[in-house]
């Protein structure tokens, strides 16, 4: 497709379960990101990758999370031991690149609401 | 550390009224990006628009208009006119330049009602 695609559209598990989240960028994009989005707040950044190697991850809350890429196309977030606090809007967005194309606008997809009950 | 703040929470206006939103920054680096995103009631985030540091000239896009002013570190917007459907939240976001890409730290975003 021509946009950021993400799986699945809605998840709800119970406390304790894994999740695994899924992401397929926009075909040729080197850099791609995980954003967490709670009601009513703007999204605050988790990660992010430049190909398959992940350049940033500062902004994950803690060692539940996890997110690889490891062909330097589709991503997986990863969260283990869900708890209730996890419950969010998890986007994920791409980008064309790097050097002249760096800091090029970050493309959504429609997200992921995960619901922990 | 970066900081994006957008005092107005929600805005109600009557359609053709034109309506400002704001967007104040803090960052300490002296390139980076500036953006707008808008999310309507569907929910997705649609990028609307990006600037750099160094080009403070204001640009407009049909009904849009950004100002960009580095001496108020501020990057507002104005909607001319508005529309039933500019109804939306809008986020202003700030990116550093690192030399390469990095995340985009979004303000609390603005709620804006356009009523016909």
């Known amino acids: 497709g021509a946009g950021v695609s993400q799986s699945p559209r809605y998840k709800v598990t119970k406390r304790g379960q894994d999740v695994a989240l899924r992401c397929d960028p926009i075909s040729g994009h080197v850099s791609l990101y995980w954003y967490r989005q709670a009601l009513g707040q703007g999204p605050e950044f988790l990660t992010y990758?430049?190909?398959?190697?992940?350049?940033?991850k500062s902004g994950l809350p803690n060692d539940r999370f996890s997110a690889e890429r490891p062909e330097g196309s589709i991503s997986t977030l990863t969260i283990q031991r869900t708890e209730q606090r996890d419950s969010a809007m998890y986007r994920c967005?791409?980008?064309?690149?790097?050097?002249?194309?760096?800091?090029?606008?970050?493309?959504f997809g429609d997200g992921t609401r995960l619901s922990i009950l | 550390a970066q900081k994006v703040t957008q005092a107005q929470t929600e805005i109600s206006v009557v359609e053709k009224e034109d309506v400002t939103l704001d967007c104040v920054y803090e960052?300490?680096?002296?390139?980076?990006?500036l953006f707008w995103y808008k999310q309507p009631p569907s929910g997705e985030l649609v990028f609307l628009i990006r600037?750099?540091?160094?080009?403070?000239q204001n640009e407009i896009s049909g009904r849009y208009s950004w100002n960009f002013q580095k001496s108020t570190s501020s990057f507002n917007f104005t909607i001319t006119a508005s529309q039933v459907v500019d109804s939306a939240v809008y986020f202003c976001a700030l990116s550093e330049d690192k030399g390469a890409n990095s995340k985009l730290t979004f303000g609390k975003g603005i709620t804006l009602s356009v009523r016909p």
């Open positions: 967005a791409s980008s064309l690149g790097q050097g002249d194309y760096s800091n090029q606008p970050q493309h």
């Open positions: 990758f430049n190909y398959e190697a992940q350049q940033d």
């Open positions: 600037r750099n540091s160094f080009d403070e």
């Open positions: 960052t300490r680096d002296t390139t980076y990006y």
